[in-house]
């Protein structure tokens, strides 16, 4: 990884614990890679005891300030020259010798040392989740209704389903799983760009906008945070253990005066978690009705996963948010699996060595490798570098490619069938194609913006293996071929609410259904 020194540090464990009369002992192996004022740690816990444990927290010791600024596949958060890390819900538990492993990344002051590990465990029997809501039904004695107080950080308003201040959700309010207050909680259709919608009024200040939720599954389905339609935040929504156990999360935003339609968003194909309420603290915050424009402004500050204001480029409000900022220059490609999160905080990434000579060889490793896994506010610069793979299905939300070279994206083999979601993506000059597809699977896009290119979207050449694509609310402009282009009669495309410019034939060569609808010319 990456062009500097790289550190392995493998500690067992202070001793052996015991709990309930069972014994069990963690060891931790530590790789560690700076560069300029950043650093990639990756981390591998094992379970060296003769029991199972059902949950793991790990102390990573810095030399200084860890400045984490993402994370994939644990818990983190950092406290002086300590990071600690727990379990998220679906690799806690492991068996003895078992593993699981988890990285994250942050800035240094120039003088990194790899951090000492310490852990502990917790053991009993193993544990599971359900990947599916549970058909239980239950009601709860509180009625269906938004609330209002005022505290010393302002007023503060809880906005529950079907109430005033509540604006509906892609996809139902249900009541099949127990524990939820109101008369439901708001369950998304399982799909990226599936959100739930209120508005609510209030001055110009700090708002913290609080969501109790549950997540049964073993994947996170964060989701972006919009306010008058420019995106403020993005948030983490982790697994709960079951469809019936709840908790809650929350974010602070900067916000304007006036009313204030916010939307939260998936950005993965799985949808959101269930939504059982919103809560939102503010300088005279309270709910407001659905219908009628917004007049007041929105930016974000204060949450370290936000972006900046959108600039589409397209005269329309599809794309990007990410300008770039301070420049990373990768010359070994991060990989973000096994459910992984990285937030590249809209900072612009570079190829470097290999990634960045400019070859533009089918064989060319990219910058990012995702699957399964969520990579989110990345600028990608100037310098004709393959800028994202995807195997085995990934998320990829609010990225910028500023020169493509050959093409932005592809889905590499394996992906077995598995989706891809992208999201809020917007990229300039592809000498060939934007988008390439080697392996069958499902692709869904929106909120895109795409300008100079040979192809929107190419399947490989030749190939007859399906591939199913789902394009909406995109600005798409001189194409020097087409929208979409295949050679398997296997494959399908659709293009739905969405502009062209100078784009050419929409479908070019062999489809099994290739269609459009709300399709404008601007």
């Given at each position: ?8 540090h ?41 029991s ?35 379990n ?152 709960t ?43 005279n ?24 204001s ?23 490609t991060?990989?973000?699996?096994d ?101 069958d699977?499902k ?15 190419r ?28 050679d398997?009669p ?9 502009r ?23």
């Open positions: 990884m990456f062009s500097s020194k790289s550190f392995l493998t500690l067992a464990i202070i001793g052996l614990c015991v709990f309930t009369s069972q014994a069990y002992a963690l060891s931790c192996s530590v790789t560690a890679d700076s560069w300029g004022s950043g650093y990639v740690v990756n981390v591998t816990v094992t379970n060296d005891g003769s199972s444990i059902t949950s793991w927290e790990v102390d990573l010791n810095f030399n200084q300030s860890p400045s984490i600024t993402g994370s994939w596949s644990a818990s983190v958060s950092a406290s002086g020259n300590t990071a600690t890390a727990k998220v819900g679906y690799n806690g538990t492991l068996s003895p010798g078992q593993s699981a492993s988890f990285g994250f990344q942050g800035n240094h002051n120039g003088n990194f040392s790899e951090p000492s590990c310490a852990g502990d465990g917790v053991s009993g029997g193993s544990s599971s989740s359900s990947s599916s809501s549970s058909s239980s039904s239950s009601s709860s004695s509180s009625s269906s209704s938004s609330s209002s107080s005022s505290t010393g950080g302002g007023s503060k308003v809880t906005i529950q389903e079907n109430a005033n201040g509540f604006c509906g959700v892609d996809g139902s309010v249900d009541s099949n799983n127990s524990g939820y207050t109101g008369s439901g909680f708001a369950n998304t259709d399982n799909a990226s760009g599936k959100g739930v919608n209120w508005a609510i009024d209030g001055d110009s200040g700090s708002y913290t906008i609080r969501w109790r939720y549950a997540n049964g599954s073993s994947t996170n389905r964060s989701g972006v945070l919009s306010s008058n339609g420019s995106n403020a935040s993005t948030r983490d929504f982790g697994g253990g079951s469809w019936s156990s709840w908790q809650t999360t929350s974010v602070n935003v900067n916000l304007g005066s006036g009313k204030k339609n916010l939307r939260l968003q998936a950005n993965q194909g799985s949808g959101l978690s269930n939504i059982d309420y919103v809560e939102i603290t503010g300088p915050v309270r709910t407001a009705s659905c219908s009628g424009s917004s007049s007041s402004s929105s930016s974000s500050s204060s949450s370290s996963s936000s972006s900046s959108s600039t589409s480029g397209g005269g329309g409000s599809y794309g990007s948010s990410c300008n770039g900022g301070s420049t990373t220059t990768v010359s070994s991060i990989r973000v699996e459910g992984g999160t990285f937030d590249g905080g809209c900072k612009t990434y570079n190829g470097g060595g290999s990634l960045g000579d400019g070859s533009q060889s089918e064989s060319q490793d990219p910058i990012f490798r995702v699957g399964p896994g969520l990579i989110r506010n990345v600028y990608i610069g100037r310098n004709g570098a393959d800028g994202i793979h995807t195997r085995n299905g990934g998320d990829v939300n609010n990225i910028h490619w500023s020169d493509v070279g050959e093409d932005a994206m592809t889905i590499k083999d394996p992906t077995n069938g598995a989706t891809v979601s992208s999201t809020n993506v917007e990229g300039y000059d592809a000498a060939d194609k934007f988008l390439q597809a080697n392996d699977g692709w869904v896009i929106s909120n895109c913006r795409v300008d100079k290119a040979g192809k929107f979207l399947q490989n050449g030749g190939k007859t293996f399906p591939l199913h694509v789902e394009v909406s609310n995109c600005d798409i402009s001189n194409m020097g071929e087409g929208v979409f282009r295949s398997s296997n494959s399908t495309a659709r293009i739905t609410n969405s062209l410019k100078n784009a050419g034939d929409i479908c070019i060569g062999k489809w099994k259904s290739c269609t459009s609808s709300g399709i404008t010319n601007y």
